[in-house]
């Protein structure tokens, strides 16, 4: 009678056990037995669709690559769903709420843009969504610290303060230059930049700014030549960087030239040989690097699921962004939950794949990379200069 | 610095005023104002940058095969298009020219992408100095080509049979109509000569600030502010128009730092200044009203 009783109450708790746990099971969103169902954000038509479509492909090679070679994730395949916003906020909002509750996606990875993140970053945050590897340098991604969200490229204050502290401290510029775009991108890097040659006791002879819209760029370059600037560190975009190269070039003007990560090889095609001799800041291997077996492994698992498709810093990135993003689900272990893989992201300590600089997260910090890699355009190509930290100045 | 600053301002106004010429022309006779021009000017560039990098053609056949492409794209949306909206007010008309360039631009990303793309200049070599001021060349060329047809035109409305017949056209529809003037054939030509000049400009601005999707409406903008500031009418008047605002955009530096942000409103304020006190614009015909 005693053991019958004993028998009950323990198939009472197993009963009990196991319903917790399918409560549990069914508390994570987007994870079934045999799938964990990731969402993404990402343009891909109208004009942002270049950059959109490679990230796109980037992320899915490397969770094909996961699911082809390991059957996924602890026996779950990753099913990852980029919709496309067309880089329109209004869209963004609507694509990602279908993610998160109709898709019930367990997490956001890859997504692409500042401005169709912001849309979405309250909502995200309040319905507790994990965030990983959004494409945008803007602060806001992962400063303040929010618990759900993570990031891998480094933000417009480890962009500013490296352009400033180099300038300063390694080509010794006495005379400093700014010259920004008046959006977000450029005034939010012109504020770190001047803070951070205020910090060193430096005052720019001349700050110019000028409208996205601008396509006559004589005016500022005469300004910053006036002021005898002999390092100009440029905030904006390529064509702008490109226009301003070749005026200054037309009136005979030579300073040291600093871009952010905008500026790549490309500037040759537009500005020729003006562009030689700028220094630009990056973060990651050029994929067509000879002798690099992850860049080579990229190019050719690209290759496997893409055919056809060229390798590019864009696909580069959102491929990284998957290798995290299925690092920290393997280390979250078989009982997959948000939180738990939210504190295996907080556990990284210099992570890296062999192409980005080391990244390390903590409950309190969850920026990425804060090392950029310098570059010297020469030749027609870019030259590595050196890794540099602005925390360690 | 000053002489420098005017210099360079003169340049960057050569071009608006080019860009202006072919919008005017088409406003002259017909009373649109062509809101896809700069959709117009950037696709008629795209197909010389084509023949230029993909088929590796000599320039001049890049050149003219610009213009020919303009002329065409002028001919399909008087006859394609506008033809078939001829009852629609004018107003209508100005939103369909905007259909227009937007369904260009769409066809332009399909085809040639949308990442920015250089375009060689016209004539190369180093800028010259003129006393302790640099100008590079292709800008002469610019500013002599923008002068010149400008002095063209003008030329041919006051002194040819087809201008006489195509101010006839803009001044009056009906009784043109009347004097035995084809007013459909004159809108066409309007339209392809119009389109034609856009794709001239086209080829001669792209070396300047690049070829992409948007560079061409961004230049037209100015382009319109150049026209009104000269007389939306007068081409004469969108030389002046143009170099006054090239001008006038590159003094604004003399601005305080912490009102950049404010400089291209600054210039579109000194335009509404000028028509407060002229409103027909520079060089403008007196503004009439038509009963």
Redesign the interface.
């Known amino acids: 009678m005693k053991g019958r009783f004993f028998r009950f109450v323990l198939f009472g708790l197993f009963a009990l056990a196991l319903a917790g746990l399918s409560i549990a099971q069914e508390e994570t969103p987007g994870v079934t037995a045999d799938t964990i169902k990731l969402g993404s954000f990402i343009a891909q038509s109208g004009p942002v669709a270049p950059i959109g479509i490679p990230v796109v492909h980037g992320a899915q090679t490397w969770y094909n690559f996961i699911n082809d070679q390991w059957g996924g994730i602890y026996g779950r395949k990753i099913e990852f769903i980029a919709l496309d916003d067309g880089f329109n906020p209004a869209n963004t909002v609507a694509v990602v709420k279908k993610l998160v509750e109709e898709e019930k996606v367990f997490a956001i990875v890859n997504p692409l843009g500042t401005i169709t993140y912001q849309a979405v970053f309250d909502y995200l945050r309040e319905q507790g969504v994990p965030v990983v590897s959004p494409h945008g340098n803007a602060v806001f991604m992962c400063q303040p610290t929010v618990h759900t969200a993570f990031s891998i490229q480094p933000n417009n204050i480890a962009f500013g303060r490296t352009l400033a502290q180099y300038a300063v401290l390694r080509l010794m510029a006495k005379k400093i230059g700014i010259a920004y775009v008046q959006d977000a991108f450029g005034t939010e890097l012109n504020y770190y930049v001047s803070d951070e040659l205020q910090k060193r006791g430096v005052t720019p002879v001349a700050t110019v700014s000028y409208p996205g819209t601008e396509t006559s760029f004589s005016s500022y370059v005469l300004q910053l030549q006036q002021a005898g600037a002999e390092a100009v560190i440029l905030l904006g975009y390529l064509a702008d960087a490109a226009a301003i190269l070749r005026e200054a070039e037309t009136l005979g003007y030579k300073p040291k030239w600093l871009g952010t990560n905008t500026i790549t090889p490309v500037l040759y095609q537009l500005a020729g040989e003006a562009a030689e001799g700028l220094i630009a800041e990056g973060f990651a291997t050029d994929p067509s690097t000879p002798y690099h077996p992850e860049a080579y492994l990229f190019t050719m698992l690209l290759n496997r699921y893409f055919p056809g498709e060229v390798p590019s810093g864009y696909s580069e990135i959102a491929y990284i962004g998957a290798q995290m993003v299925t690092d920290a689900l393997v280390q979250a272990g078989p009982d997959l939950t948000r939180e738990k893989f939210i504190a295996a992201l907080e556990t990284f300590k210099d992570w890296e794949h062999g192409l980005t600089p080391p990244i390390s997260f903590s409950p309190e910090d969850h920026c990425g990379i804060e090392a950029l890699w310098l570059f010297e355009l020469r030749g027609g190509g870019a030259a590595f200069l050196e890794e540099w930290d602005w925390t360690q100045h | 610095?000053l002489a420098?600053?005017i210099l360079?301002?003169l340049?960057?106004g050569s071009?608006y005023a080019m860009m202006a010429i072919g919008l005017i022309l088409v406003y002259k006779t017909t009373h649109i104002l062509n809101f896809g021009y700069g959709d117009m000017t950037m696709f008629s560039t795209f197909i010389a940058y084509m023949l230029l990098t993909w088929y590796k053609l000599p320039f001049a056949v890049a050149f003219f095969g610009a213009i020919a492409c303009g002329l065409l794209l002028g001919v399909i949306v008087d006859r394609g298009f506008l033809k078939l909206a001829k009852d629609a007010p004018v107003t209508s008309l100005f939103i369909a020219t905007l259909g227009i360039g937007m369904i260009l631009e769409a066809v332009a990303?399909w085809i040639w992408?949308?990442?920015?793309?250089?375009f060689p200049y016209v004539i190369k070599g180093p800028?010259l100095f003129l006393g302790g001021v640099?100008i590079?060349r292709h800008d002469l060329l610019v500013f002599g080509v923008a002068g010149a047809i400008a002095l063209l035109l003008f030329a041919m409305f006051k002194f040819t049979d087809l201008g006489i017949a195509m101010r006839a056209t803009a001044q009056n529809r009906q009784a043109a109509r009347l004097m035995g003037i084809d007013v459909g054939k004159i809108a066409t030509l309007s339209w392809a000569l119009g389109v034609g000049l856009g794709a001239l400009a086209g080829v001669l601005i792209a070396p300047?600030?690049?070829l992409?999707?948007s560079?061409m409406i961004?230049?037209m903008?100015?382009a319109v502010a150049a026209a009104v500031l000269g007389g939306f009418t007068s081409l004469p008047g969108a030389i002046v128009g143009g170099l006054l605002l090239?001008v006038m955009?590159?003094?604004?530096?003399y601005m305080p730092?912490a009102l950049?942000?404010l400089?291209?409103t600054f210039v579109f304020l000194l335009i509404i200044i000028v028509l407060a006190i002229r409103p027909q614009g520079l060089l403008g015909e007196p503004v009439g009203r038509r009963v």
Not at chain 2, 249 to 253: F, K, P, R, V, Y
């Open positions: 610095m420098q600053l360079s301002g340049a960057s071009l990303g992408g949308y990442d920015t793309k250089p800028p640099v590079r300047i600030v690049f992409d999707l560079r961004l230049v903008i100015k090239g955009e590159n003094l604004t530096i730092a950049a942000p400089k291209t």
